[in-house]
C-alpha cells in the first residue's frame, strides 16, 4: 500500500522539480538512491529493488520494472525518455498459452551510460560502463565497457518449439 501512495504523490509533483523530494519518497519504498539523482514525475517504479547511482537522470514517462529481480544502475547514467527497463519474462509455455511460469532476472547498467529515448532493457542484461543505448534499441544481451549499442531491424529468428524452453 505504501508503495502506491508514494507512487501517487510522486506523480503529483512538478516533473523537472522536486528531485530531492522525490529522492526522498523513492528511500521511503526501500530502494537504494544515491546523491544528486534526478527523476522525473511521470517515471514508474513497479519493482522490488532499485539501486541508483549519484548524479543519475531518470528522464519522462520512464517504466522500470522487476518483479522479484533487482535492477542497479550506476552513477551518471542518463535515462532518456520512454524507456522501459523490465527485469521479468516467462518461460515459453505450450501453443495455447505462449506466456508460461514468469521468471525475474537482475538488470545492471553501468556507470556513465546513457540510454537513449524509447530504449527497451530485458532482464538478465548488464550494460558495461561508459555505453551508449541507441534510441529505440531492445537490449537483450550483455553489453561491454564503453560500446555505441543499436538493435537490428526486426526479423524472424526461429521457429517456436512446442513448449518447454525459456524464450
Keep these: 500500500m505504501r508503495s502506491y501512495l508514494i507512487q501517487f ?8 522539480r522536486c528531485f530531492r523530494l522525490k529522492a526522498w519518497l523513492l528511500r521511503r519504498r526501500g530502494f537504494k538512491i544515491g546523491d544528486r539523482v534526478s527523476v522525473v514525475s ?4 513497479k519493482l522490488k529493488r532499485l539501486s541508483v547511482g549519484d548524479g ?6 520512464t517504466l522500470i520494472m522487476g518483479g522479484d529481480a533487482s535492477v542497479e544502475i550506476g552513477k551518471n547514467v542518463d535515462i532518456s525518455p520512454r524507456c522501459v527497463i523490465v527485469a521479468g519474462t516467462h518461460m515459453l509455455g505450450e501453443p495455447a498459452r505462449r506466456a508460461g511460469k514468469g521468471i525475474s532476472r537482475d538488470i545492471v547498467i553501468g556507470e556513465g ?3 537513449g529515448a524509447n530504449a527497451t532493457i530485458l532482464g538478465g542484461v548488464r550494460i558495461g560502463r561508459g555505453c551508449v543505448i541507441a534510441a529505440g534499441s531492445v537490449v537483450r544481451e550483455d553489453v561491454e565497457d564503453d560500446c555505441l549499442f543499436i538493435s537490428l531491424p526486426k526479423r524472424v529468428k526461429r ?3 512446442k513448449s518447454g524452453e525459456p524464450v
Design 159 to 161: 521457429v517456436l518449439p
Design 42 to 45: 511521470s517515471a514508474k517504479f
Design 56 to 61: 543519475t537522470y531518470i528522464n519522462a514517462e
Design 9 to 16: 504523490l510522486f506523480s503529483l509533483l512538478p516533473d523537472t
Design 113 to 115: 551510460s546513457w540510454v
